[in-house]
């Protein structure tokens, strides 16, 4: 019983400092280019603000366009329950392994590149078209990269995958993990829309996708679209931080080593959160076809990630 | 336990040596060429002096120092001569794009772990690991000479083969004689010196050193 709780209050964890985290990014963005920068709990003003504000459709819409925000924001919600936050293994882990982790994160780009496409404006179509040319290449490197860890842990259980790194801690420095990490770091960048595959904070259509596809959107659905990508931000980084270097996660459900796990937590978003600001602030953006090599590279640092794990055992 | 480090370590060097070769296929710049084969070659007398710490070779110490002397001073001091002259070229079109050159990059890892399979269950040695990836460098560094268009690209990929077989010889038999090692070197230097002689010519005929102007008949 107190599984579930976990489970609930692990998800409300994620909800709560999604925000924060865009936030803080943001923040060491603005410090590092010499501006003050609004403060790291700026984005939750900003979901206020737009939960209270009115939504506007255009007539072209149709059923999908309203139905898309709930399905994005529930698959990253949904995936907030698989990944291991604060505690592993969870209850939950025999509902979802590595696969269905992958299928969620597909299913919400699906529909709001669905979404895009929908109000027939040209900015929509664009982003979506190139969103999917991101995504192709991107989702099965998650799956490949994790997949490296999942060999030698021998489930692709991301509970398991975490108690084994923890019982053998040399394998985190092997070349597989190693691998496995920089292929994860590529995609985080890719999925998350951060430089140098996609600006954040752009409206120039040169250089849109993620704003692109959801530039028609505003009030409540607005809001959740924003917040699911937020939640998005916050799986990557639990995936590359407790996957990778799990030491600090509970294993027992005591309240000091919850309250441990969430320190480290915060630690170690921090530290991620940092590193991914200066990545950005340091890369320039790339043209868009030439995103397609960076992913290529990821993906075959997958792959030798996953060759050197599954063939030198 | 030192044998379990010593392992590790050699995955560990051949995996980092593998991955500068394989900027050859991602990058398109000359000077992005010349650094990522100095960063291996001295990635490379490292692991020979490593190597030759941990199988108590004093042999490999001295091979460490003409291999850096060589292929981190000297090559990449002529390299980047060429490079002044040539180096505004880029290589904008290869004949196999960025991307594809990428995922048959990792495809030819495959196949020298498929290769090398007999090998590596047969040896006892403790560098046994990195054999494949030696093995999955040549290839790397053959594939570059087979699909790239501008000659000094060509003649950092035979360069990068040349490092993958050194490291192919020092993991799978712990080096080879100082005698043969410096045979080896002079025979490389004398072919780069060679290949220099050759790009200066192609240069100074057609004005680009695109070696598919070289299958044209007439300019």
Known sequence: ?313 | MNEALFSQLSTLGSSVVLLFGLILLWRRSLHAYTDAFQWQSAVLAAMFVMIGYFGHDPELYFVAVFFFVLKVLILPHYLERMEKRFGGERESQPYVNVATSLILAGLLVLLAYAVTRPLVLVSALPTRGGLPLAMGLVFVGLFVVITRKKALTQIVGFLVMENGIALLAVLGTFGIPLIVELGVFLDVLMGFLVMQVFVYHIHGTFESIDVDQLNELRH
């Open chain 1, 1 to 313: 019983m107190t599984g579930y709780f976990l489970e609930v209050a692990q998800a409300l964890l994620a909800l709560t400092l999604a925000p924060l985290l865009v936030g803080f990014v943001r923040w060491v963005k603005a410090r590092l280019q010499n501006r003050r920068g609004a403060p790291p709990w700026q984005p939750y003003f900003e979901l206020g603000k737009l939960f209270g504000k009115e939504v506007v459709m255009s007539n072209n819409a149709s059923w999908l366009f309203r139905f898309a925000p709930y399905i994005v924001f529930a698959s990253a919600l949904a995936v907030t329950f698989l990944v291991p936050l604060v505690a592993a293994p969870l209850p939950f882990d025999g509902v979802g392994d590595l696969l269905v982790v992958v299928y969620l994160l597909l299913l919400g780009t699906f529909f709001l590149a669905l979404a895009g496409l929908d109000p027939g404006t040209a900015f929509g179509g664009m982003g979506a078209s190139r969103e999917m040319t991101v995504a192709a290449i991107a989702e099965p490197t998650i799956a490949l990269a994790i997949f490296g860890l999942a060999l030698g842990a021998g489930s692709t259980n991301l509970g398991r995958i975490v108690t084994a790194t923890l019982a053998n801690p040399g394998v985190a420095l092997s070349p597989g993990h190693l691998l496995a990490f920089a292929a994860l770091f590529i995609v985080t960048l890719a999925e998350t829309g951060r430089l140098p595959v996609d600006n954040p904070s752009t409206h120039l259509e040169l250089t849109m996708i993620h704003e692109a596809m959801i530039l028609e959107y505003s009030g409540r659905y607005l809001a959740l679209i924003e917040w699911a990508a937020w939640l998005k931000l916050t799986i990557f980084f639990a995936l590359l931080a407790n996957l990778f270097v799990p030491w600090g996660l509970a294993t027992a459900l005591t309240p000091a080593a919850l309250a441990v796990a969430v320190v480290t937590l915060i630690l170690k978003f921090a530290v991620l959160g940092v590193v991914v600001a200066v990545v950005e602030t340091r890369v320039a953006k790339l043209r868009l076809f030439r995103v397609p090599e960076l992913l290529g590279l990821s993906f075959v640092l997958a792959l030798l990630a996953v060759t050197s794990s599954f063939l030198l055992k």
